[in-house]
């Protein structure tokens, strides 16, 4: 009886906590439907009309599709370059033998050390020079160049298990480089490079800071970026705001609500031993 | 070599620091060693060309992307720099930064965030111990308490920011309590707008620690649990003194890469909940680097001296972390 009631209030604290992590993004969701008048009268009660204004000028007024898809471009360009560039050398590094590999691999992986921060004012300079500030391209590539020793990390331990003997008969069978790496490495890798997808978009899509500074030009902005800026001009129209953070999360909770076993698999992924 | 990195493998880079330290650390061992891996390779062979040529595409734009931003940070914080102009003037940049009031307050408010380290680690583990006691609906809760990682930083900035401005939810509860008094502008006085933050990164963060603590636990042996209960043991001796030290390498991963990332990775929640106000009471160093080179005054040398000073943290802890491993190694020998 009493370890029944035990797991009952174990059960209570735990719904608890869940609701407390569905609350903000509820409170998101409820305000999307209020004018802002109603917002600042009571911020927590539903709404009483359902009021769509707010989606539709986010849609005629402000665009917003133009900054969705922008942010689909460059998540996704950069997402193919980084997996393209980190296949190709993670298959090197796991299963190629050549002169100060080991060297090589620890010294890229070093450099995950290094926050962007650091580096922030350097890049901002050198895209300027370059002519790419304001230009999309800064940003796909500033995205897939610092993820790729992530990539490489993630890429390299799990190529290192595909079995030898698949590459040796693959050569055997008068097969080349490339061949081996698509009829091998990325068939068996086939998980990995699914999680690592998975995860380079997500955090490209998400990414405010040079999101933010490497575009000036509205109509390129990514969704962050143009949230950023929204909320400082409709700092007085909370739902407004919430409207456009509720665009900006939808599509990375349908990720994460349709792909959830790989991302759950991809950061527990038994490597305690 | 796998094993040395510890549990997560991919996180969004929130471990990625951790594992860049890791890293580091292992090269270094590998050159005092000596290059003994490779032994009698005079030539250069065809699998060294092969191997050369598959990474350069990655070696190459990690060159330009990289590795010269960080020589160019590191020479441009003893200069006074606009983007274009550079005039030398040695440690002039860091005699200003350590001299004056601010980079004192700058610490102490990185130091202030950290509290949430410990905050964090406690939440998470008391959580994956509940959980793993295999409770109805477990994979439930635990993806729901993951969610926030999926989320950008601004989405659930700007949401804290709304709940607790004084238009925001936490007022309007105030008043239909009956509390109305109470009510105030949260965010705008210091003290409650770094409580605002620290309990954010609860929020956002103690998911993650309970993943990868539920990750870790699955892997102790099930007969240390048994043998304890047939010894007597209760449940809090069994989780205090047994899963909790088995877990330390685990609890060790989650706090270096919490603290890491307190230092590195917040600027889209205090851009988002403060702007780093009232003041620069919730500014921390790297929010200062931002602040400095493109809002107060252009001033990229300043910001290049805070950018090395905030890597050299960076490099400080990842040696205390090499001294603590160090010294647990040794005493479980």
């Given at each position: 009886m009493a370890k029944k009631l035990g797991r009952i209030i174990i059960f209570m604290v735990l719904m608890l906590i869940a609701v407390s992590m569905l609350y903000p993004l509820f409170y998101m969701g409820i305000n999307t439907f209020k004018k802002s008048f109603d917002y600042m009268k009571d911020s927590l009660g539903l709404p009483s009309t359902l009021y769509l204004d707010n989606y539709v000028s986010l849609f005629r007024a402000y665009k917003i599709y133009v900054y969705f898809f922008n942010s689909l471009i460059t998540s996704s360009c950069a997402l193919v370059i980084t997996l393209g560039i980190g296949i190709v050398s993670s298959y090197a590094f796991a299963k190629v033998n050549f002169k100060w590999k080991k060297q090589i691999y620890l010294a890229v992986l070093s450099l995950m050390m290094i926050p962007g921060m650091v580096m922030l004012i350097p890049l901002y300079v050198f895209y300027t020079r370059i002519g790419l500030i304001d230009n999309r391209l800064s940003l796909i590539i500033q995205f897939s160049v610092g993820s790729l020793p992530y990539a490489v990390f993630l890429l390299t331990s799990n190529f290192r298990g595909i079995p030898n003997e698949m590459i040796e008969a693959v050569k055997i069978d008068g097969g080349n480089y490339f061949t081996t790496i698509r009829a091998v490495i990325i068939p068996m890798g086939k998980a990995a490079i699914i999680a690592m997808g998975i995860f380079l978009f997500i955090g490209n899509w998400n990414e405010l800071l040079f999101s933010m500074l490497f575009i000036n030009t509205q109509s390129k902005m990514n969704m962050t970026a143009i949230i950023a800026n929204f909320s400082n001009v409709h700092i007085s129209n909370e739902p407004m705001i919430l409207t456009g953070l509720t665009f900006t999360a939808i599509p990375m909770i349908i990720i994460y609500l349709v792909l959830q076993r790989y991302i759950i698999k991809g950061i527990t992924v038994g490597s305690f031993k | 070599m796998d094993n040395q990195f510890a549990p997560a493998r991919v996180d969004m880079g929130r471990a990625g620091a951790n594992y860049g330290v890791r890293s580091l650390m292992m090269l270094k061992q590998s050159a005092s060693r000596g290059n003994t891996a490779q032994v009698n390779k005079r030539f250069f062979t065809r699998e060294d060309a092969i191997g050369f040529l598959s990474i350069a595409p990655l070696v190459i734009p990690l060159l330009v992307v990289t590795i010269y931003p960080l020589f160019s940070v590191l020479y441009h914080s003893l200069t006074i720099w606009d983007g274009v102009n550079t005039k030398f003037v040695g440690l002039g940049n860091f005699e200003e930064i350590f001299l004056s009031n601010q980079f004192w307050i700058l610490l102490k408010n990185n130091l202030i965030l950290l509290l949430s380290v410990p905050l964090q680690l406690v939440v998470a583990f008391i959580v994956a111990v509940l959980l793993y006691e295999q409770v109805r609906g477990w994979k439930f809760f635990r993806s729901v308490y993951f969610?926030?990682?999926?989320?950008s930083t601004v989405v659930i900035g700007f949401v804290f920011r709304a709940f607790f401005s004084?238009?925001?939810g936490l007022n309007t509860f105030l008043n239909t309590l009956g509390l109305g008094t109470l009510a105030s502008d949260w965010l705008s006085d210091s003290t409650t707008a770094m409580a605002v933050i620290i309990l954010c990164l609860i929020w956002t963060n103690f998911g993650y620690g309970v993943l990868i603590f539920l990750a870790g636990m699955?892997?102790?042996?099930p007969y240390v649990y048994e043998s304890a209960t047939i010894d007597g043991a209760g449940w809090f001796t069994k989780v205090f003194r047994i899963t909790f030290p088995m877990l330390a390498n685990v609890v060790e991963f989650f706090t270096v890469t919490t603290v890491i990332w307190t230092f590195t990775g917040l600027f889209g929640f205090i851009f988002s909940i403060t702007n780093g106000g009232p003041g620069y009471d919730t500014t921390p160093i790297d929010y200062m680097v931002y602040l400095k080179a493109f809002k107060a005054g252009n001033n990229m040398g300043y910001a290049c001296a805070l950018a090395v000073i905030l890597l050299i943290i960076l490099i400080g802890l990842s040696r205390l972390q090499m001294y603590m491993t160090e010294r647990s190694t040794k005493w479980s020998e």
């Open positions: - | 969610l926030p990682s999926i989320l004084y238009n925001g699955s892997l102790l042996d």
